[in-house]
């Protein structure tokens, strides 16, 4: 199976290249253009003395710290969700109203709060990343065996620990894959809140719209490969942890 991963992979690449050589693709980098671009992009910066991995852990900074809060409140605000009919009643009203409005619409209201920087972008990865979590988390409550939570009460459980040892434990396949989604939409809207503006002038998204303006299509390409594939890096230890502290399921 990981043969043929790699051989579409390698072929999508070949193709890319030809169609790229070819003149089909207009002003879009080859796949040769864009490891260039990389390389420069690492030595000589955007703008210059901007490094690529400056760019990267400014990033990483925003991401992470949008992230962790989204996880921290999400959490335990979808098992109380699930847990309880009163909470879901009362709060899953205003959860459906918010949550279609896009992270993006909420930029004017986050540069007011927090200014230009690294917590208005971080506020607005959190609105990206906290519903996902949200929602698969009371979906994951909901859907433990009634049977289990009947089993544990008769048993004389009282409901703090029926949360903690049932209804969270039961709820975790649905947990992860609410995590797995939040950090790709996480680093999604990272790139559209940086493209606004930071005021330390380093970011992933900040050094794309750099690019676009100087006509710099294959550092564009470039800082889209480095961000699709941290994406994938930070899918696969969320996927790698889920195997370990699930492996009792």
């Known amino acids: 199976m990981r043969k043929w991963k790699c051989c579409s992979f390698i072929l999508a690449l070949g193709l890319w290249q030809l169609l790229a050589m070819a003149g089909a693709l207009g002003r879009t980098p080859s796949p040769v253009d864009v490891v260039k671009g990389l390389y420069d992009l690492i030595v000589t910066g955007l703008p210059p003395g901007y490094y690529l991995q400056w760019h990267l852990l400014a990033s990483l900074e925003r991401v992470l710290i949008g992230f962790a809060l989204a996880v921290v409140l999400a959490v335990p605000l979808g098992i109380l969700m699930g847990s309880s009919t009163v909470f879901d009643a009362v709060l899953d009203p205003l959860v459906e109203v918010v949550r279609p409005i896009p992270p993006l619409a909420w930029l004017p209201l986050a540069v007011i709060w927090f200014g230009i920087g690294l917590f208005s972008a971080a506020f607005m990865i959190f609105l990206g990343a906290f519903f996902p979590i949200l929602l698969n988390t009371i979906t994951g409550v909901k859907s433990v065996d009634p049977c289990l939570v009947e089993a544990a009460r008769t048993l004389g459980a009282r409901r703090q620990t029926i949360i903690l040892r049932v209804l969270t434990p039961g ?69 790698y942890a889920e195997k370990r502290l699930l492996r009792w399921m």
Do not use: H
């Open 171 to 239: 709820a975790m396949p649905s947990i992860v894959t609410g995590l797995r989604i939040g950090i790709g939409i996480g680093w999604m809207t990272l790139v559209a809140a940086e493209m606004t503006g930071v005021r330390s002038g380093y970011g992933l998204g900040y050094m794309i719209l750099t690019a676009r303006d100087v006509a710099r299509y294959d550092l564009v390409v470039a800082g889209m490969v480095v961000i699709g594939t941290v994406g994938f890096l930070m899918d696969r230890m969320v996927k």
